[in-house]
């Protein structure tokens, strides 16, 4: 059974930065997908980026240029660096993890995981 733990959240002001990092336990697969996602209240779960096994990765179109996934396999983390923060960013971060392939097409939908973290608010004030 997969445990996730993100961690990194917290207020900032817009323009300013965060990484978040998701610790990851109970089991290895050999392939897997891991991505980040956020809900904002009131609204659905949204994709934000994904990274594969292979290091492939895929990001939402209106934030791939400010937010970058990373994964260090060593210690089993995944990280999302975020970069010029606005106050839409504002919402319930987590993680999740799948294991196999999932093709790009459908990699950014929530409902395509099998294991989530409790999540991490970020706060962007204007």
């Known amino acids: 059974h997969v445990q996730l733990v993100e961690s990194g959240g917290g207020s900032v002001q817009a323009g300013g930065f965060l990484r978040l990092s998701c610790g990851a336990s109970g089991y290895r697969y050999d392939t897997y997908c891991m991505g980040w996602f956020r809900q904002a209240p009131g609204k659905a779960r949204e994709g934000i980026a994904v990274?594969?096994?292979?290091?492939?990765?895929a990001y939402a179109e209106s934030m791939k240029d400010r937010f970058t996934i990373s994964v260090d396999n060593a210690k089993n983390t995944l990280f999302l660096q975020m970069t010029s923060l606005k106050p839409e960013d504002t919402a319930m971060y987590y993680c999740a993890a799948a294991p196999g392939w999932i093709g790009e097409s459908i990699a950014l939908i929530p409902g395509v995981y099998t294991s989530w973290g409790q999540g991490t608010q970020v706060t962007v004030s204007s």
């Open positions: 990274i594969d096994s292979d290091g492939d990765t």
